[in-house]
């Protein structure tokens, strides 16, 4: 039948599509949402970005995301959650910083 092309499954994906790649740019997107939201509001961005980190916790023990992401993500909330206003600033207009793969050093 003509007409059966319509229902048919196509898998469609891409090699280079990583699950976990997927998984991080999701919650740093996420993060990074959030601390944009608040850019002018330190102190309620820091507030939120504490429940996403529970919410990455509670991810992580049910095995829904790695070590690996989980400590990017808990380097990057240390980050912000120890930033003074200026700080604060500064990390949100950090690329790099929000790049899944950094790994907190500073050059």
């Known amino acids: 039948m003509v007409w059966n092309w ?5 898998r469609v994906g891409h090699a280079d599509n990583d699950p976990q790649m997927l998984g991080t740019r999701v ?7 959030v601390c944009e939201r608040y850019f002018d509001n330190r102190e309620e ?3 939120y970005v504490r429940e996403l980190q529970v919410e990455w916790e509670d991810s992580w023990r049910r ?7 989980k400590n990017g993500l808990d ?9 003074n206003d ?9 690329e790099r910083f929000w790049m899944p793969g950094w790994n ?4």
């Open 6 to 10: 319509l229902f048919g499954k196509k």
């Open 27 to 33: 919650w740093l997107n996420e993060l990074r949402e």
């Open 45 to 47: 961005g820091q507030r």
């Open 63 to 69: 095995l829904e995301i790695d070590d690996a992401l």
């Open 75 to 83: 380097r990057r909330a240390l980050r912000l959650l120890r930033a």
């Open 86 to 94: 200026s700080e604060w600033s500064e990390w949100l207009d950090d």
């Open 104 to 107: 907190g050093e500073v050059e």
